[in-house]
């Protein structure tokens, strides 16, 4: 996984090619600045008190939830992804206002499909699973930001994989009590047919709840 990529300590932060996870961000101010606005995502969370974040990746996504007022565990498989949120919620946690939201985070590194069996196993349930897959390939002159090229090559062996997606959605819903969101772009068919979607701009938040 990734193995010609190493991590780098630059101006106190852990980087990958130059990325890191700052909270303290303006990016991430406005990103927890959106949870007042109406928009899809929250929509998509009605009556979610604890989510499980199966595709942490830089914890934007995370971080939205935690703002939401939700308790978020979440969960990322590559070793190298997972250190950079470890080292973003440890600078995180020397914040005063950022420490009390990140008492709610449990991160974990790990594949969500393993973990959600073995919830199922120990009868541990939570409210809300929540899928954030690597987009498909779409045919675009148009590149993606920064960060989302370092996670594309980082991540390459990871590209479209239908079917695992629909197996984290199904796991997800023998998990939760109230829903699965699964993110997706806006152009991309759904995986397996939704009971609800959230539509922005660009991207799409399809709900599952068990029939
Ligand atoms: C598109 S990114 C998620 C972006 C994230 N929502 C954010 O806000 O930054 C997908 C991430 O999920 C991780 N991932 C994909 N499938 C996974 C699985 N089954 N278990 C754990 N992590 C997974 C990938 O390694 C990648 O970092």
Redesign the pocket.
Known sequence: MGNTFQLKTEEGRVALEGVSVDFESHTMKLVGQSVRQNQPFKRSLKNVKSVL??????????FFMLNLGCKVTA????PL?YELVVDGVSRAKKNAKLSVLFENFHLIL????EYMQSMKEKGQRIDAVYV????PPKDTSALPKKEMQI?RSV?AH?SHREE?IKE?IQLGLEVSDVSVVL?RPVWAEPPLKPMASFEGKMVRYDVYKKS
């Open positions: 974040d199966t595709t942490c990746g830089l914890a934007k996504d995370s969960l990322e498989r590559h992804i790990g594949d969500a499909r954030d897959p690597m987009y996670l991540l990871e695992e984290l993110k």
